[in-house]
């Protein structure tokens, strides 16, 4: 390969949340517990990755910065321009202008606006279960309240969305917007278009408008690609309002530099008006020289290399799980560098707790995250975006310590 996905980069002491909280549960209550004496963290909890970004990237942010003047400024040409490459040619974005998008601090922040903007105090919005555990989390700080939507495992595996029982809690609870999570976190589902059709046909019938959150519409593998809700169809186009941001394709997540596309004006307005009314919602000039660094043709290139390693981990892990760990159950992703386990058959055969397998996993480093945060009364989150070595690690302390001590 061009670039380099096999150095383990030592992360300590470069401010980096995914190895320096490790241990400090004061700082948020999820974060892992530290290894005992003789183990080194191998951080897969945060879903931020252990590679190096593509080197345009800095390469843009320092060219930037050899001018000594960071004053105020706006968005460039060159800004907006990388965007609707990127999207038009690796999304299949139709039509797609400049006015359509907008700068957000963070994908939370385009959501809570939007929250705001198109609901009220009390009342209830769909979200999917399993669900990424930051959105219900703004839902329920805004005096909302979130309503699940059961994602089921088909009998292959495959998650799938439940049309007729989201049709019954939109109907049940006078629900009208949905936040809706595309390629999906922590499932690892990459919806087909003919999901996305149903899908929107149901948010249709109810009037329900849509957030969807496309963060990691770059990480999909063989055979599975991402379709932008906002391309689904007419109606989609003028009732989603669509969050996107290199931060996950790129390891970008410190800089914050996510951005919006809506094509409908008046609901683009709403939006846009609540974000910058009610708090600051500026970019940062590097992080803009970020972002075009990372569309670029080297980006695409880059992106494109990154796929094969974690397709490669991702095969290696749940081969591994489906070989040697009896009673657990994990979906190959089609998208994300996620996995979700499924420990309720282990649990009922060794007897053990949840607990007691995440904290045997945490004190021989394996950094892993509690899946019930996420809406898994029994599963266990995984990152595996770290090189493959980190990776067999990872396996080989579970194997020896966790599974089949």
């Not at 307005?269 to 009610?278: E, L």
């Not at 600051?280 to 670029?296: C, F, P, Q, T």
């Not at 945490?362 to 898994?376: C, E, H, L, M, T």
């Given at each position: 390969?061009?670039?380099?996905?096999?150095?383990?980069?030592?992360?300590?002491?470069?401010?980096?949340?995914?190895?320096?909280?490790?241990?400090?549960?004061?700082?948020?209550?999820?974060?892992?517990?530290?290894?005992?004496?003789?183990?080194?963290?191998?951080?897969?909890?945060?879903?931020?990755?252990?590679?190096?970004?593509?080197?345009?990237?800095?390469?843009?942010?320092?060219?930037?910065?050899?001018?000594?003047?960071?004053?105020?400024?706006?968005?460039?040409?060159?800004?907006?321009?990388?965007?609707?490459?990127?999207?038009?040619?690796?999304?299949?974005?139709?039509?797609?202008?400049?006015?359509?998008?907008?700068?957000?601090?963070?994908?939370?922040?385009?959501?809570?606006?939007?929250?705001?903007?198109?609901?009220?105090?009390?009342?209830?919005?769909?979200?999917?279960?399993?669900?990424?555990?930051?959105?219900?989390?703004?839902?329920?700080?805004?005096?909302?309240?979130?309503?699940?939507?059961?994602?089921?495992?088909?009998?292959?595996?495959?998650?799938?969305?439940?049309?007729?029982?989201?049709?019954?809690?939109?109907?049940?609870?006078?629900?009208?917007?949905?936040?809706?999570?595309?390629?999906?976190?922590?499932?690892?589902?990459?919806?087909?278009?003919?999901?996305?059709?149903?899908?929107?046909?149901?948010?249709?019938?109810?009037?329900?408008?849509?957030?969807?959150?496309?963060?990691?519409?770059?990480?999909?593998?063989?055979?599975?690609?991402?379709?932008?809700?906002?391309?689904?169809?007419?109606?989609?186009?003028?009732?989603?309002?669509?969050?996107?941001?290199?931060?996950k394709t790129f390891n970008l997540a410190g800089l914050?530099?996510?951005?919006?596309?809506?094509?409908?004006?008046?609901?683009?307005?709403?939006?846009?008006?609540?974000?910058?009314?009610?708090?600051?919602?500026?970019?940062?000039?590097?992080?803009?020289?970020?972002?075009?660094?990372?569309?670029?043709?080297?980006?695409?290139?880059?992106?494109?290399?990154?796929?094969?390693?974690?397709?490669?981990?991702?095969?290696?892990?749940?081969?591994?799980?489906?070989?040697?760990?009896?009673?657990?159950?994990?979906?190959?992703?089609?998208?994300?560098?996620?996995?979700?386990?499924?420990?309720?058959?282990?649990?009922?055969?060794?007897?053990?707790?949840?607990?007691?397998?995440?904290?045997?996993?945490?004190?021989?480093?394996?950094?892993?995250?509690?899946?019930?945060?996420?809406?898994?009364?029994?599963?266990?989150?995984?990152?595996?975006?770290?090189?493959l070595s980190r990776i067999q690690e990872a396996f080989?302390?579970?194997?020896?310590?966790?599974?089949?001590?």
């Amino acid at each position: 390969m061009k670039y380099d996905f096999t150095s383990i980069i030592d992360r300590h002491g470069k401010d980096a949340s995914a190895v320096e909280s490790i241990g400090h549960k004061e700082l948020w209550p999820v974060i892992p517990d530290a290894p005992k004496e003789g183990f080194d963290p191998i951080p897969m909890w945060v879903a931020d990755m252990n590679f190096a970004t593509c080197p345009t990237i800095p390469a843009a942010m320092i060219e930037r910065a050899k001018h000594p003047l960071y004053g105020y400024f706006f968005p460039s040409d060159a800004y907006y321009n990388a965007i609707i490459g990127w999207q038009t040619e690796c999304h299949g974005f139709r039509e797609l202008k400049r006015e359509y998008i907008g700068y957000e601090n963070g994908v939370h922040g385009c959501v809570t606006s939007a929250v705001q903007t198109l609901t009220a105090p009390g009342d209830k919005v769909l979200l999917h279960s399993p669900t990424y555990v930051g959105f219900a989390a703004d839902v329920e700080y805004l005096g909302r309240t979130s309503v699940y939507s059961p994602l089921k495992k088909d009998e292959n595996g495959i998650w799938r969305m439940d049309y007729e029982d989201m049709d019954a809690k939109l109907k049940a609870n006078n629900i009208h917007l949905a936040i809706f999570c595309s390629p999906h976190n922590p499932a690892g589902r990459v919806w087909e278009r003919w999901e996305l059709e149903k899908a929107m046909e149901v948010f249709e019938a109810n009037q329900c408008y849509v957030i969807s959150d496309e963060i990691w519409a770059d990480i999909t593998y063989t055979g599975h690609q991402h379709t932008p809700t906002l391309m689904v169809n007419d109606w989609a186009r003028e009732h989603t309002v669509a969050v996107y941001a290199p931060s996950k394709t790129f390891n970008l997540a410190g800089l914050i530099g996510s951005y919006h596309i809506i094509y409908n004006k008046y609901l683009r307005d709403r939006v846009t008006a609540h974000g910058d009314n009610t708090h600051y919602n500026e970019m940062n000039v590097l992080s803009m020289h970020a972002l075009i660094g990372a569309y670029s043709d080297e980006g695409r290139e880059w992106v494109s290399e990154l796929l094969q390693v974690l397709e490669g981990n991702c095969k290696y892990a749940c081969d591994h799980i489906r070989q040697h760990y009896d009673g657990v159950d994990v979906s190959m992703p089609q998208g994300t560098y996620m996995l979700f386990l499924d420990l309720t058959d282990y649990c009922r055969r060794t007897g053990k707790t949840l607990d007691q397998v995440i904290k045997a996993g945490w004190d021989v480093g394996v950094a892993w995250q509690d899946g019930r945060a996420f809406n898994g009364p029994c599963h266990i989150r995984m990152n595996l975006a770290s090189p493959l070595s980190r990776i067999q690690e990872a396996f080989h302390r579970l194997d020896k310590y966790v599974f089949n001590a």
